[in-house]
Structures are given as C-alpha cells and as structure tokens.
Nanobody, 117 residues
Framework: QVQLVESGGGLVQPGGSLRLSCAAS????????MGWYRQAPGKQRELVTS???????NYVDSVKGRFTISRDNAKNTVYLQMNSLKPEDTAVYYC???????????WGQGTQVTVSS
C-alpha cells in the first residue's frame, strides 16, 4: 500500500506560479510512475503529467512549456512547478503513483488550485 500526501495548492492570479508537492510512503518499491491528474468542475479527470523512475516525462499539450514535473527518488517525492497559470488551470490536482504496468496504485487526497484575479 502506498500513501500520498499532497501540499502546495492555493489561490493565484493569472500569470502567477505555484508549486505542488506529493510525498509517498509505504510500499515504495511498487512505484514506477508518479504524476498528477486534475479535475475541473463539471469535467472529467485528465492526466496532466507523469514522470518515470528514470526521469522520463510526459505532459498534456495544454501545459507544455508552463508546467515542470520533477522527482526526488531519495525523498519519494514528486513536484509540479506551475508557471504562467491561466484561469483554465483551475482544478483539484491529484497526485498518483503507478506500477510499471501503468496500473495506478494510489491517489493523493487532492489539492485545490484556483487561478483568478
């Protein structure tokens, strides 16, 4: 079992920045991918970004060039640096972990990100 604790959400003006963190504990050996989904009101949850144990990353097109995912394997923590935030980035952001077969094995509690003037 993997436990995830997220932090770092909040309210920011358009063009601003936020950094999300997600610390994993428990069955760390089962983790291959870490990343973030988000869910805006009335919309389906979407995959924002992921990073593998080896550091390979993927991003949804709408955040490329603005968001950066990083991972500290020694601390079992993944970070999401979000720059140039837009109102359409407003959502609850969920950290997740997955095994190397892509099956998700844990979700964070979610953290609200609101981009508004």
């Amino acid at each position: 079992q993997v436990q995830l604790v997220e932090s770092g959400g909040g309210l920011v003006q358009p063009g601003g920045s936020l950094r999300l963190s997600c610390a994993a504990s428990g069955s760390i050996s089962s983790i291959y991918f870490m990343g973030w989904y988000r869910q805006a009101p009335g919309k389906q949850r979407e995959l924002v970004t992921s990073i593998s144990n080896g550091g390979s990353t993927n991003y949804v097109d709408s955040v490329k060039g603005r968001f950066t995912i990083s991972r500290d394997n020694a601390k079992n923590t993944v970070y999401l640096q979000m720059n140039s935030l837009k109102p359409e980035d407003t959502a609850v952001y969920y950290c997740y972990t997955a095994a190397n077969n892509l099956i998700i094995n844990s979700w964070g509690q979610g953290t609200q990100v609101t981009v508004s003037s």
